[in-house]
């Protein structure tokens, strides 16, 4: 091993790496899918490591973000380390699961294999399907690798900007996904579906994302965009047809186009609603007749981000909270110490909280001490309510105001389906008891991964997707939107338990 270079063993993967001497861990972690999610700035505290061998001076950076105790027991921040002498770190960012969609779907008589891809702006998740039955035949996921350039797709906008190349590197993710999907069969396939949000959208598709930097945060490029594998320098038949879907407007994507297509609602008579949590909010609500839809920027918090003690859904995140004998009973992914809370966690804490009458209405921590205790040593802290007040309040708004658009209510819906990762485990009880699904809990389902669903049914489609007429609302241009969002930022009342 060369004298210019360090060995960096990291754990869980138990993998090794290079890297260059006195360089940071950012380009050593990011091949591992490790993500940056401020681009590597230092002032998010996302990309924790903890040192079990070697050392890493402690840097300014990490006194702003670490306990004294935190920093004697070798928690750094990646981002700002600089490897002198071989390291082992473990990185708690990885075994993340990866919502999939193993749902068969008929055939509509083509042959051949096709290949659909869900391309999230934190994960990715790709399918074979064999065309002339409608079957699964294989599946990969993956971290996406401009996580690195950070977490949300405002950083991703911003590094897109400065000059950083998204494109190629998600394009080359993907290519690797595909052979190893394929095998040796590349030459059988005939069709790529691709769905994303609208930045996904843009910086795979090698789209200008500075309209989508900016009010009105609209683009004049959201049509289906269509590409041979020579262009991508994809090793697959000349003949094969690769296309990324369109988008509806705004940032509300083709990912949630594919959704809609899922559930039904293009082909439903009655009122069907769709809603994607995430740090962008999408909410789609409508019929054969018409679909109105929107975005609105609910922040990281349902991931977790932005929340002292939050992480992703891996092992050691608290996943579940209920209440047991008037205090907080804590589910840890993996079992054991829990390191932190996710996102479905964090809305468990908080109806917990409200339920024992631990957090008022008003979002305030009854005691005044600005703390709430979950699971030592993990608590809520009284901006983590706050930035979950923000989160909630966006959707719910939105909701309400997609419905006055309608000119109907809750009570009209026959469905509300919540997509994704985060719908798909948080608990429906505890959505309803902080406010954040106004509507009963017979109406609302947990759909699972529906855009990686609507990208197979247009892989399978014999014609092209259709879709009624879709109106796409600009929640900010809203003159009711303000009002409407305030009123929607306290938590409900609700009964107390002594």
């Not at 950070?150 to 494109?167: C, E, H, N, P, Y």
């Not at 269509?226 to 094969?240: D, I, M, N, V, Y």
């Not at 054991?336 to 009458?357: H, K, M, Q, T």
Request: a negative charge.
């Amino acid at each position: 091993m060369s004298t210019d270079t360090v060995r960096v063993q990291l754990e869980p993967l138990s993998a090794v790496v290079e890297t260059p001497r006195s360089a940071t861990l950012i380009s050593a972690l990011s091949t591992h899918g490790f993500e940056f999610p401020c681009g590597g700035t230092g002032v998010c505290g996302g990309c924790r490591v903890r040192v079990l061998f070697g050392s890493l001076p402690v840097t300014d950076s990490d006194r702003s973000v670490f306990s004294p105790g935190e920093l004697d027991g070798g928690w750094r921040l990646a981002c700002q380390a600089r490897a002198e002498t071989p390291l082992v770190l473990e990185c708690g960012q990885w075994e993340m699961d990866v919502l999939t969609d193993n749902t068969g779907l008929a055939a509509a008589g083509k042959s051949g294999l096709g290949i659909a891809i869900d391309l999230g702006t934190t994960t990715i998740a790709a399918q074979m399907i064999d065309l002339s039955t409608g079957s699964v035949l294989a599946v990969e996921t993956s971290l996406n690798p401009q996580a690195s350039c950070g977490s949300d797709v405002m950083s991703r906008i911003q590094a897109a900007l400065a000059g950083a190349d998204l494109t190629t590197v998600v394009r080359q993710a993907l290519h690797q996904m595909i052979t190893r999907l394929a095998g040796r069969r590349e030459h059988e396939i005939v069709d790529v579906v691709l769905v994303g949000n609208t930045v996904m959208h843009h910086l795979f598709c090698g789209l200008s994302v500075e309209p989508l930097s900016q009010v009105p945060f609209q683009s004049p490029h959201l049509g289906v965009q269509c590409f041979t594998p020579r262009e991508l320098g994809w090793a697959l038949s000349p003949s094969c047809r690769i296309r990324f879907e369109r988008c509806l407007g705004g940032f509300v994507g083709s990912d949630i186009f594919a959704g809609i297509v899922a559930v039904g609602m293009d082909r439903s008579e009655e009122l069907i609603a769709l809603v994607d949590l995430g740090t962008n909010g999408e909410i789609a609500i409508g019929n054969r007749c018409g679909i109105v839809c929107a975005s609105t920027a609910a922040g990281p918090a349902f991931e977790a981000g932005a929340i002292r003690m939050g992480m992703r859904a891996v092992t050691g995140a608290i996943s579940r909270v209920s209440l047991l004998n008037g205090a907080p009973y804590a589910t840890v992914i993996g079992g054991g110490e829990p390191r932190g809370v996710c996102g479905s966690g964090l809305v468990d804490a908080v109806a917990v909280g409200l339920e024992s009458g631990r957090i008022l209405p008003s979002g305030r921590i009854a005691d005044g001490t600005k703390v709430f205790p979950v699971m030592d040593p993990v608590v809520l802290y009284q901006a983590d309510i706050r930035e979950l007040q923000l989160a909630k309040g966006a959707i719910a708004s939105g909701f309400r105001l997609l419905l006055n658009r309608l000119g109907t209510s809750v009570d009209r819906l026959a469905s509300i389906y919540l997509a994704g990762a985060f719908g798909n485990y948080v608990q429906i009880e505890s959505a309803i008891a902080i406010g954040l699904m106004e509507a009963p809990g017979n109406l609302i389902h947990a759909a699972g991964n529906t855009a990686l669903r609507g990208a197979k049914i247009f892989l399978l489609s014999a014609e092209e997707s259709a879709l009624p007429k879709v109106e796409h609302i600009s929640l900010a241009a809203d003159p009711g939107f303000q009002d409407e969002y305030a009123n929607c930022m306290t938590f409900p009342q609700v009964e107390t338990v002594a």
